[in-house]
C-alpha cells in the first residue's frame, strides 16, 4: 500500500500543476453556472405558476366562481396566457418543448370551443364530457412543467 501511495506522490512531483489547477477551475465555474441555472429555473417556475394561478383564480385549481359566458371570459384571458406560456417557454426542457406546445394548443382550442350550453348540459347529462373537469386536466397538463 505504501509502494502505491509513493508511486502517486512521486507522479505529482513530475508532472506541472497548471493542469490540474485549470481541471479544477474549470469544474468550479461549472457547478456555479449548474446552481445559477437550477436558480433560474426553480424562480422561473414559481412565477409561470403564480401567474397562471392569478389569471385563472376562481377557476382552477377548484372552480368556485365558474362565470356566464364562459367562452369570452376564457376569450379574454388568452392573449395574458399567451403571453405567460411564451416567457416560461425558454425554461422548459427541450425534450419537452412538443408536449409543452401540443398542451398550450390542447388549453386554446377548449377556450375556443367551451360554451355556456355545453357546461349546462353536461350538468344536466352525466354521461357528456364535464368541462370543468376537462379545464382543469388541461390546467394542471399545462402547470406540470413547472414541477
Excluded at 445559477?36 to 409561470?48: G, L, P, S, V
Excluded at 385549481?61 to 365558474?66: A, I, K, L, S
Excluded at 419537452?96 to 355545453?118: G, L, Q, R
Amino acid at each position: 500500500m505504501n509502494e502505491w501511495t509513493d508511486q502517486i506522490a512521486g507522479y505529482f512531483d513530475r508532472v506541472p500543476m497548471w493542469p490540474l489547477v485549470l481541471l479544477a477551475i474549470g469544474i468550479v465555474f461549472a457547478g456555479i453556472y449548474e446552481l445559477f441555472t437550477r436558480k433560474r429555473r426553480a424562480d422561473a417556475a414559481d412565477e409561470f405558476r403564480a401567474a397562471i394561478l392569478s389569471t385563472l383564480s376562481g377557476l382552477y385549481p377548484e372552480p368556485t366562481r365558474w362565470p356566464k359566458s364562459i367562452d369570452m371570459y376564457l376569450s379574454a384571458r388568452l392573449p395574458v396566457m399567451h403571453e405567460i406560456i411564451e416567457s416560461f417557454r425558454p425554461s422548459v426542457p427541450q425534450k419537452d418543448i412538443p408536449a409543452y406546445n401540443n398542451d398550450w394548443d390542447n388549453y386554446y382550442d377548449f377556450c375556443a370551443e367551451v360554451t355556456d350550453d355545453k357546461c349546462v348540459e353536461a350538468e344536466a347529462n352525466p354521461s357528456l364530457p364535464d368541462p370543468k373537469k376537462k379545464f382543469h386536466a388541461l390546467v394542471s397538463s399545462l402547470l406540470r412543467y413547472a414541477d
